[in-house]
């Protein structure tokens, strides 16, 4: 099963309300992704774990969080959303890192905030 | 810097003709480059990749990219474009050294006509 899922697929919340979205792959893949996608404007990386270890982009450095309970689950918190958050939210993994470039991502989750 | 470029964002091309999209990078050294597609209400998936050696790769359902250093160009052909071909494409780009994050462009949406 190559598949990563994503909940929720739709998300709509209030300006300065938190927002937690969750990600999860069963390929026992080392490093997963959180990208943000806004209409016309290509991926942005925003974070991404390798193993236990988080590295976050530093334009978005406090933005948002994240954690990894374990090896198939990925969260992405943002503690108090705003209307510049309104994009959709791609989760992906990867083994051994992306230089091979093959990443498998979900199907997103889009966040409304309003 | 490094960067992609997808001039194009829209394309219309009708059912049976050939297709091109076309894919520019900024990049000192020859990068791993990829073709990713995501299709309605899918994730992204991987089309074709080039590592080194033959500049032309092929990818699944007929695709194919022809790579060149001389101007630094990753376009993407198919021979005869079918109904199920409309989605969205995107030309990434990631570094050989180090790192994990894949840049990518901002994509070009392809509409097959009948």
């Known amino acids: 099963d190559t598949t990563v899922k994503q909940n929720p697929r739709y998300k709509l919340a209030r300006v300065g309300k938190p927002v937690n979205l969750i990600c999860s792959q069963t390929m026992n893949h080392d490093t997963m992704y959180w990208y943000q996608k806004k209409p016309n404007q290509a991926p942005k990386l925003l974070l991404f774990y390798y193993d236990k270890i988080l590295n976050r982009e530093a334009d978005t450095f406090e933005k948002f969080q994240s954690s990894r309970p374990n090896n198939s689950f990925c969260s992405l918190y943002i503690g108090s959303a705003g209307l510049e958050y309104s994009a959709m939210y791609l989760c992906?993994?990867?083994?051994?890192?992306?230089?091979?470039?093959?990443?498998?991502f979900g199907e997103g989750s889009k966040l409304t905030v309003l | 810097a490094q960067s992609v470029t997808q001039p194009d964002a829209r394309v219309t091309v009708s059912e049976g003709a050939s297709l091109q999209l076309r894919c520019k990078y900024s990049?000192?050294?020859?990068?791993?480059l990829f073709w990713y597609v995501q299709y309605p209400r899918q994730g992204l998936q991987l089309l074709l990749k080039y590592y080194s050696g033959d500049p032309v790769v092929q990818g699944v359902n007929g695709f194919e990219a022809e790579f060149s250093k001389s101007n630094s160009s990753f376009h993407l052909r198919k021979a005869s474009v079918h109904w199920s071909d409309s989605a969205v494409y995107f030309c990434v780009l990631s570094p050989r050294q180090g790192g994990r994050a894949l840049i990518f462009g901002t994509g070009t949406t392809v509409s097959v006509s009948p």
């Open positions: 990049y000192s050294g020859t990068p791993y």
């Open positions: 992906a993994s990867s083994r051994q890192g992306a230089n091979t470039g093959q990443l498998y």
